[in-house]
Nanobody
Framework: QVQLVESGGGSVQAGGSLKLSCGAS?????????MGWYRQAPGKERELVSS?????????ADSVKGRFTISRDNAKSTSTLYLQMNSLKTEDTAVYYC?????????????WGQGTQVTVSS
């Protein structure tokens, strides 16, 4: 059974930084999957913040370019996904979700974490 477990959320003042982590396990080929971070703010639809392919190619939403950095570490049958968030803004406040496999593909992502709250105050 695939498990994605996020950590690192919390409260921070605008201009501050946070680093999210997501441990992925339970799927022998997880290192071959694309992974990504989504977020959902109150009253808004879930949106893709950033993604990283199995070969390390990254993509970012325009709203976070230059401020957020996605990375991953792959082991034999596990992967750890990170999101370094700098220069945080109040509009970054949301629940952040880790996702894996079929990022941005029809019917995907296949796997989701439980979410971690990020709150940025002014």
């Amino acid at each position: 059974q695939v498990q994605l477990v996020e950590s690192g959320g919390g409260s921070v003042q605008a201009g501050g930084s946070l680093k999210l982590s997501c441990g992925a396990s339970g799927y022998i080929f997880i290192s071959r999957c694309g992974m990504g971070w989504y977020r959902q703010a109150p009253g808004k639809e879930r949106e893709l913040v950033s993604s990283i392919s199995s070969d390390g190619t990254t993509n970012y939403a325009d709203s976070v370019k230059g401020r957020f950095t996605i990375s991953r570490d792959n082991a034999k049958s596990t992967s750890t996904l990170y999101l370094q968030m700098n220069s945080l803004k109040t509009e970054d406040t949301a629940v952040y979700y880790c996702a894996a496999c079929r990022i941005e593909l029809p019917g995907g992502p296949n796997y989701w974490g439980q979410g971690t709250q990020v709150t940025v105050s002014s």
